[in-house]
């Protein structure tokens, strides 16, 4: 019999001694035992065999495999700003993040006007809209609602731009769409970019 790959078999190295002497003195077993027939050397054989068998199943039984390393998973990190599903009776929701600063702030409006800032989870101010803006704030989102949005308007290469992340429902679904201020010019709608500038003006007017 032949075993091969004995470090697979037996990753301590404190086995491969032990697996080495043992096969050893099988092997000198073999060759001093003199049989006078066919039939003895094949039962002689076969003992050996089992004998050699036995002996490597109890050694790999009392070897050690905790050294095996198992290989483990790597985690994906994703380090896009996200923000929670949008709150029942809400009307548009902004967050604005990214810049040299690091921003983060998060503007709600909900269907009667009602305001709320948020900066970096901690509450930022309150207000409520005058009824005309908030008819004007609600065109605005219709006309929005009409457009095949993408999900991202950003051609790239701006390092600490800014992001502005629009959230509303359209058709009974939540519509998130996000816009680099720098990296969206010329590319982004207007009416999604004057709707910004409104609740830019919205979140700054506190």
């Known amino acids: 019999m032949i075993i091969r790959n004995t470090d697979f078999l037996y990753p301590n190295s404190a086995c491969i001694p032990l697996y080495t002497d043992l096969t050893k003195r099988a092997r000198a077993s073999k060759l ?5 027939n066919k039939e003895d050397r094949m039962t002689s054989k076969n003992l050996i065999r089992a004998a050699t068998l036995l002996a490597l199943a109890f050694l790999l039984a009392a070897c050690d495999t905790s050294t095996i390393a198992t290989p483990t998973v790597g985690t994906v990190i994703n380090d896009t700003p996200t923000m929670e599903a949008l709150p029942g ?7 604005t993040s990214g810049g040299i600063a690091g921003l983060d702030a998060v503007l709600t409006v909900d269907e009667t006007g009602q305001t709320s800032l948020v900066q970096r989870d901690k509450p930022a101010g309150a207000s409520t809209l005058t009824e005309a803006q908030l008819n004007d ?4 989102l219709n006309a929005v609602r009409a457009l095949d949005l993408q999900e991202k308007y950003d051609r790239g290469g701006v390092a600490d731009d800014i992001y502005n992340t629009i959230q509303f429902s359209k058709d009974g679904n939540i519509k998130s769409v996000t816009v680099a201020e720098v990296g969206g010019k010329r590319i982004t709608p ?10 830019t003006q919205i979140a700054n007017a506190r």
Do not use: F
């Not at 001093?32 to 006078?36: G, I, N, R």
């Not at 009776?89 to 967050?95: D, I, K, N, Q």
């Not at 704030?137 to 605005?140: F, G, H, R, S, Y």
């Open 89 to 95: 009776g809400a009307l548009v929701r902004m967050r």
């Open 32 to 36: 001093s035992t003199k049989l006078p």
């Open 190 to 199: 207007p009416a999604l970019q004057a709707l910004i500038s409104t609740l």
């Open 137 to 140: 704030l609600k065109a605005q």
